[in-house]
C-alpha cells in the first residue's frame, strides 16, 4: 500500500485549472524535443491535434508519431481529432497510448461506438464542437462523455483569436453535459488561450487550458508561462464562480472514512463503482505492527469530490463503522472504534 507523508511536509499545490501544452506551433520536425520541453516546464498535459486535410484544411500527424512521443514521457496525452473518420482509426490511437480522445460531434459518421471504444478501453472519452456548433449537439451522447471541449477558434490552425462571444456563451453551460460523473468531468476549451483569457475561462469553470502558441513564442519564459495561466485562471473561478474562496487544488486528498480491512475493502469497491476514486492508507492511529486485516484503515477521496461522496456513501460507511463496532473485533485487539464521515 501507498504511504503517506510524515505531516508538516509541504505537498505541492497545483490548484484547479491544468494547462495542456499543444504542440501544433511547436518545431513539427523535432517533437520528442517539444514534448521533453513542455514537460519539463511544467505542463500538466500534452494536447496533440491530429488533422486529416480533411474535416479540417490542414494536416498534421497519426498515430505512429503519437506512439513514438509515448515512449519519451509519462506526461499524460489528450488526443484532439479533427478528422472525418475516427472510427477506422480509433484502435491506432488508443494503441499508441493516448489517456483521453476527443472527437467532433459534427462528423458525419456513427459517433456512439467510437465514444464506447474509447471508455472500453479505460480512456477518457470526449466530444468537441466548433465555434458555430451548438452545445445541444452533445445531447444524444451525454452519458458516454467524460469531457467536453469548446473550440474557441476555427479548427485548422493555430494562433488564431480567441472568440470571446463563443467563450460565455458556451463554456459555464458545457458543465451541464457532464452532470452525470461525480468525479473526473473535464470542460476544456481550445483556441486563442494565453495569459489575457485565461482568467476569463477559468471564471468560466474550464478545467484544461489548451495552450499552444502563447507557449511557443520566442524567447518566452514557458515555465513561467504555464504558472500564470495556471494561476490566472484559478483567480478566474475564485472571484467568478466561487465567492472569492480559492478553488479545492485538484490533487488534494482528503480523509472520508475509517474502517478495518474487509469494511474498508467493500466501501472503496462501492465509492470506485460510482465514479470517485479512492486510496486506501494505514492508520497512522494505531500501532504499526498490528495485522494488516486488524488494524484500522483510511479511506481518502479527492477533496473536490468529498461533498457527494458524503451525500451518498457516508450513511453506507456509518453502517459499516457501527457493525465494526458492535462486532468487537476492534475493540479485541487494542484499537479504537472505527469511525465514519458524520451526518451532512
Not at 62 to 68: H, M, S
Not at 82 to 93: D, S, V
Request: glycine share 10%.
Amino acid at each position: 500500500m501507498m504511504r503517506r507523508e510524515p505531516p508538516g511536509r509541504d505537498q505541492p499545490s497545483l490548484g484547479r485549472a491544468r494547462v495542456a501544452a499543444s504542440i501544433l506551433d511547436a518545431d513539427l520536425g523535432n517533437l520528442a524535443h517539444a514534448v521533453k520541453r513542455a514537460e519539463r516546464e511544467g505542463a500538466d498535459r500534452i494536447h496533440l491535434d491530429v488533422m486529416d486535410g480533411h474535416f479540417v484544411p490542414n494536416l498534421t500527424f497519426g498515430a505512429k508519431t503519437i506512439k513514438a512521443l509515448r515512449r519519451r514521457t509519462r506526461i499524460p496525452f489528450d488526443a484532439h481529432l479533427m478528422i472525418a473518420n475516427p472510427g477506422r482509426y480509433i484502435e491506432e490511437f488508443l494503441e499508441a497510448g493516448c489517456d483521453s480522445v476527443t472527437i467532433h460531434v459534427e462528423i458525419e459518421e456513427p459517433i456512439e461506438p467510437t465514444l464506447q471504444a474509447i471508455r472500453a478501453a479505460g480512456r477518457a472519452a470526449g466530444l468537441c464542437v466548433k465555434p458555430k456548433t451548438p452545445l445541444t449537439a452533445l445531447e444524444p451522447y451525454r452519458p458516454l462523455l467524460d469531457i467536453v471541449m469548446v473550440m474557441t477558434v476555427e479548427p485548422g490552425f493555430g494562433g488564431q483569436s480567441f472568440m470571446t462571444d463563443v467563450a460565455r456563451a458556451k463554456l459555464l453551460q458545457a458543465r451541464d453535459y457532464l452532470s452525470h460523473k461525480l468525479h473526473g468531468g473535464e470542460i476544456h476549451v481550445d483556441g486563442g488561450v494565453n495569459r489575457e483569457t485565461a482568467e476569463l475561462v477559468g471564471g468560466l469553470g474550464v478545467d484544461i487550458l489548451v495552450v499552444g502558441s502563447a507557449l511557443w513564442l520566442k524567447g518566452r519564459d514557458m515555465a513561467r508561462e504555464v504558472r500564470l495561466i495556471r494561476a490566472l485562471a484559478d483567480e478566474g473561478y475564485q472571484y467568478g464562480l466561487n465567492k472569492g474562496v480559492p478553488p479545492i487544488p485538484r490533487d488534494r486528498m482528503v480523509t472520508f472514512a475509517t474502517l478495518r480491512r474487509p469494511g474498508a475493502r467493500r466501501l472503496r469497491e462501492e465509492v470506485e463503482a460510482a465514479g470517485i476514486p479512492v486510496l486506501l492508507f494505514r492508520s497512522r492511529e494505531d500501532p504499526a505492527e498490528m495485522d494488516d486485516e486488524i488494524r484500522r484503515w483510511d479511506l481518502l477521496v479527492p477533496a473536490s469530490a468529498e461533498k457527494v461522496a458524503r451525500e451518498r456513501f457516508g450513511r453506507r460507511a456509518r453502517s459499516l463503522a457501527k457493525a465494526e463496532s458492535e462486532s468487537g473485533i476492534a475493540g479485541a485487539a487494542g484499537a479504537a472504534p472505527a469511525s465514519a464521515p458524520s451526518a451532512s
